[in-house]
């Protein structure tokens, strides 16, 4: 399965938009988990269903099943991915959680195919096709690099118009414009924060990843990774330390997602230990981080 973040594109909270299928991931290459990657040469068989049933986590959560949680009525290949619009069922008894788990950023997109319809390159980890058949809600991401798209995309204009507060870091040698921020605006890196002052955790997600990537001196992408990692660490230990996002959940009659799922199949065991270990090292890490004094960055 492929995730990406999503967001409410409108003010009753009943719409949402995102990326179902990511053209870049966190590995060489671009790849994700897997070694795998979408291209837009990637066929996704989209006349094949005006619509698509939104369900929870691919049918693998034992009290949602294969409960239909809302209608994905929109799919367009961008340049960053194939973005999906989704329309909520308002009247579901779940939707109040999914409503709130998504208001937390800790929700995703997860495009689902059949598995004997995939076509992949094996060697060099391109998939060639992958019918869509069905598009989940999970909140275990597998791909750092997912962004949020559609009506919620933050544009360029967007970007620019931010506070220089909404930025990780910003490089010395320019000058101040007549609202206070820093122009050239090429000197401001990694937007974490909405307009409002408001830590959005896509974004945060998005620039941890995107450090290591970056041109900047390594000095100063570890102590920008220290801050990334500390805020998070922070912005969990204040949604009251759930691990998995999935206690509004649990409080309504449902469980936590299990391992995320693949074309049907779950996780290779190997993988899913691998996983636990490092998700186990990361939250050691990250407590300890959110212990220490970390530098502004700027």
Known sequence: ?????????????????????????????GKDLDGEYFTKATDFALNW????????????DPFLETDVVGKVRKRSVT???LWAEAQLDASGKYFTAIRDLIK????YFSSGSVGHLVETDHKSGEILRWPMVEISLTPTPSNLFATVSGKAVWTTAFVNSLPDSAFLYIEDGGTKDDEGKT????????????????????????????????S??????????????????GENADDGKSAHGTSELRRTGGTGAAVATKTGRMLSKANETELRTALMALTK???????????DGN
Not at 104 to 107: D, E, T
Not at 194 to 206: A, E
């Open 49 to 60: 269903y005006d619509e698509l049933p939104l369900i929870f986590h691919h049918g693998h």
């Open 216 to 233: 900047l001196p390594q000095d100063v992408q570890d102590r920008l990774t220290k801050k990334a990692q500390s805020i998070l660490a």
């Open 285 to 295: 890490v990250l407590d300890q981080l959110s212990k220490e004094e970390v530098p």
């Open 1 to 29: 399965m492929r995730f990406a973040a999503v967001k409410f594109s409108d003010s009753e909270e009943t719409v949402i938009s995102g990326l179902a299928a990511p053209f870049d991931g966190p590995f060489e290459g």
């Open 104 to 107: 937390k950023g800790k929700l």
């Open 183 to 214: 122009v050239p605006r090429t000197l401001r890196h990694f937007p974490y924060k909405d307009s409002g002052g408001k830590v959005d955790l896509p974004h945060l997600r998005n620039a941890l990843a995107r450090i290591p990537q970056s």
């Open 79 to 81: 340049d960053a991915g």
